[in-house]
């Protein structure tokens, strides 16, 4: 079973900066996309940054330039670097990533399923 398990949230004061980490743990062949969304108090789930396999990175205009996400593929670990934080970049943040997994054994090796997992979510708030 694959779990993903977020850390480095918190309380930061409005400029500072905070690096969140998702780990996953379970039997993982291959992460391909990857991706954080947010969600503040009566507010919908929105995109922040996603990132496919291949590199491409996309970001939520709110967040350009201030915000980069990144993934260590051997520690099957992806980043969400935050700078410059604003009062309103406070939410509770989710990671979310597409691995490919070993579904089981047909003659001639294994055979492989894409599956999608998401973070339990960490809170980041900002405030003075």
């Known amino acids: 079973q694959v779990q993903l398990v977020e850390s480095g949230g918190g309380l930061v004061q409005p400029g500072e900066s905070l690096r969140l980490s998702c780990a996953a743990t379970?039997?993982?062949?291959?992460?391909?996309?990857i991706g954080w969304y947010r969600q503040a108090p009566g507010k919908q789930r929105e995109l922040v940054a996603t990132?496919?396999?291949?590199?491409?990175?996309n970001y939520a205009d709110s967040v350009k330039g201030r915000f980069a996400i990144s993934r260590d593929n051997a520690k099957k670990t992806v980043y969400l670097q935050m700078n410059s934080l604003k009062p309103e970049d406070t939410a509770v943040y989710h990671c979310?990533?597409?691995?490919?997994?070993?579904?089981?054994?047909?003659?001639?090796?294994?055979?492989?399923?894409?599956?999608?997992?998401w973070g339990q979510g960490i809170q980041v708030t900002v405030s003075s």
């Open positions: 990132s496919t396999s291949t590199g491409n990175t």
């Open positions: 979310h990533m597409q691995v490919v997994v070993i579904a089981g054994w047909v003659p001639g090796g294994p055979s492989y399923d894409e599956e999608d997992y």
């Open positions: 379970g039997n993982i062949f291959s992460i391909n996309d």
